[in-house]
């Protein structure tokens, strides 16, 4: 027996198992889950996980087809390199979309203030692509390298969009922000910028939505000025014409005097 034992590996195995009998039934129960039938609710979650991703990624596709959109048009309307172009327009959305912005908003603002010209500086000292005065909203550049980066285009544009979001919400209006921001909040008016930006606005968004947008908007051409002459007065229309006064010479005329009228000089 314990000869055979050591030369037959499976009777060895099949008098262990008799005398040392392993639960493998229960241990089957332990380790294997049972096969439940989903639940209408785990069902729905499923579907909803499901058709969300699906419209974040179509978000994400229609994101870039816009962008690819908008950055043509401002390389073109404000003659900025295609790459460069591409840069700024990439930021001003990954900026809007952390800070709940519009990223058409962002950079309607870029282009009245700069021109997408990221060394653009005021007399006031206003910097960068958004103009930034960088003195006064110091505190919101301490994230970004401090003050003096202000001509740095990632920080300028988020400093930026940050200080734009703050007027917004506190005058409650994008109007209103936008006066706030170019410094007219105690002003009467703002000499036109909101409305420069706001049509900036309208125009990307014509953009963005794969509108053909001319990239050089005609100017408005002012409406020909009509002359009225004045009425003539009966009391004018009464009056005779005035005639020049006249004098009279005599001439000889083979003896005899002829006159001749000749107006007075200077009439």
């Known amino acids: 027996m314990l000869a055979l034992l050591y030369t037959n590996d499976s009777f060895a195995k099949r008098v262990s198992e008799m005398l040392h009998p392993q639960p493998t039934v229960i241990v089957a129960a332990e380790t294997v889950a049972p096969v439940v039938a989903p639940t209408p609710k785990a069902v729905a979650e499923a579907v909803a996980v499901e058709t969300t991703h699906l419209r974040d990624s179509h978000a994400r596709l229609g994101n870039s087809k816009q962008q690819q959109y908008v950055t043509n048009w401002l390389s073109k309307r404000y003659r900025v390199a295609g790459d460069a172009a591409n840069m700024l327009v990439s930021t001003a959305y990954l900026t809007a979309h952390e800070l709940k912005l519009d990223p058409l908003l962002i950079l309607a603002v870029m282009a009245i203030e700069s021109g997408l010209n990221p060394f653009a500086e005021s007399p006031m000292g206003a910097k960068g692509l958004m103009q930034v005065m960088a003195k006064v909203h110091h505190d919101k550049f301490e994230d970004v390298g401090g003050p003096q980066a202000a001509l740095n285009p990632v920080a300028n544009i988020r ?109």
């Not at 209006?173 to 170019?182: A, W």
């Not at 794969?210 to 009391?235: F, L, S, W």
């Open 159 to 267: 400093v930026g969009a940050l200080i734009l979001k703050d007027y917004v919400k506190r005058t409650g209006s994008v109007e209103g922000g936008l006066k706030t921001y170019v410094g007219a909040a105690n002003l009467e008016t703002d000499s036109g910028y909101g409305n420069k930006v706001l049509n900036e606005y309208r125009l990307l968004k014509k953009v963005s939505s794969g509108q053909n947008v001319p990239v050089r908007t005609p100017r408005a051409t002012p409406a020909p000025a009509i002359i009225v002459a004045a009425k003539q007065t009966e009391t004018d229309a009464a009056k005779p014409e005035a005639t020049p006064m006249q004098e009279t010479k005599t001439v000889s005329n083979g003896g005899a005097q002829v006159p001749n009228v000749e107006p007075l000089a200077g009439l």
